[in-house]
């Protein structure tokens, strides 16, 4: 017998509904991809410039995602770095991804300097777990863990000879310089290196190219905003998924018009869209599938929030 359910949150991730999806993580999101604010164009641009990954194994290479808050940059990001892994494991190699997103303090101020040296210390400890040194190469560079210059020009030679290093760095803090350092200082072979930044425009991507042009150039993709129909887009896709598996209203046309209206990035229509279907389900609502969430549903789930449709 099926249940009432929210069909909005991700596989395995039904407490958060607001993460992001990663594949290379969870297998189950790589079918979760809705072609949305241009992030399928995006993706196919990724493709096509690593091509068959030659030249990640040559000289490594640098992505950096640009896009304003919430569009889906870091969605992007993970299935970039799971269709690598993907396309590595084709060629009997094994990729090997390090999340360092959040290793940075918050609450404290550092210089570029400062934030390198914390990653590369880090990525030590990160590597050493996932046993992708070579053992003889762990002891010989612990004493330089926290030393970019010494620890990232190297990272090949300290490899396992079939491992490939993807790492998600933090978000730049000093932008266009920061990523200028990470494009020069960290490039190696069999090393790609992602980021991800809401502030870059075209000047400052025209600008990185400018600075890096005795370097591989990085690979620089852009997701925007949602477009006319996106909402309904990914509405529908997550409204056909789990009709298997349990019981939910579909959403009123003036509802997904409103929603067409009002929702500017991917991140606002999942949250809006997740938090009213749980209100309405946890209400006592009507809340079968002859039912409809309406305007007046999404106008209270806003209303709670302090916040006017």
């Known amino acids: 017998m099926t249940r009432p359910i929210n ?73 970039c770095a799971d269709w690598t892994t993907v396309a590595l494991a084709r060629r009997g190699l094994k990729g090997v991804v390090v999340d360092l997103t959040g290793c940075l303090p918050e609450d404290e101020e550092l210089s570029i300097q400062q934030r390198l040296e914390q990653v590369c210390d880090q990525l030590f400890d990160r590597l050493v777990d996932a046993r992708a040194l070579r053992p003889e190469e762990v002891e010989a560079t612990r004493g330089d863990r926290d030393n970019p210059q010494r620890v990232f020009p190297r990272l090949a030679h300290l490899l ?102 009002i929702c500017q990035s991917v991140a606002m229509l999942q949250r809006i869209l997740h938090g009213t279907y749980e209100r309405k389900l946890t209400s006592g609502l009507s809340y079968t599938d002859t039912d409809l969430v309406t305007v007046d549903d999404i106008r209270a789930y806003l209303n709670g929030l302090g916040m006017q449709p």
């Open 7 to 79: 069909p909005f949150p991700l596989p395995g991730w039904e407490r958060t509904p607001m993460r992001p999806l990663r594949p290379w993580e969870r297998t189950a999101h790589r079918d979760y991809y809705v072609d949305v604010d241009g992030a399928e164009a995006a993706f196919q641009q990724f493709q096509q410039e690593l091509g068959d990954l030659a030249g990640v194994l040559e000289d490594g290479r640098l992505v950096l995602i640009t896009g304003e808050s919430g569009c889906g940059k870091t969605a992007l990001l993970n299935r």
């Open 160 to 261: 396992r000879d079939d491992v490939v290093l993807l790492i998600l760095l933090p978000s730049p803090n000093e932008l266009l310089d920061e990523v200028v350092r990470y494009a020069k200082q960290l490039s190696s072979p069999r090393v790609l290196f992602f980021a991800e930044s809401a502030f870059f425009r075209a000047d400052d991507i025209a600008e990185l190219v400018r600075r890096t042009e005795a370097w591989v150039p990085p690979v620089t993709l852009l997701v925007g905003k949602l477009e006319t129909g996106d909402q309904h887009r990914f509405a529908k896709d997550r409204l056909l998924r789990h009709t298997d598996v349990g019981t939910y209203p579909q959403l009123s046309d003036q509802a997904v018009e409103l929603l067409g209206k």
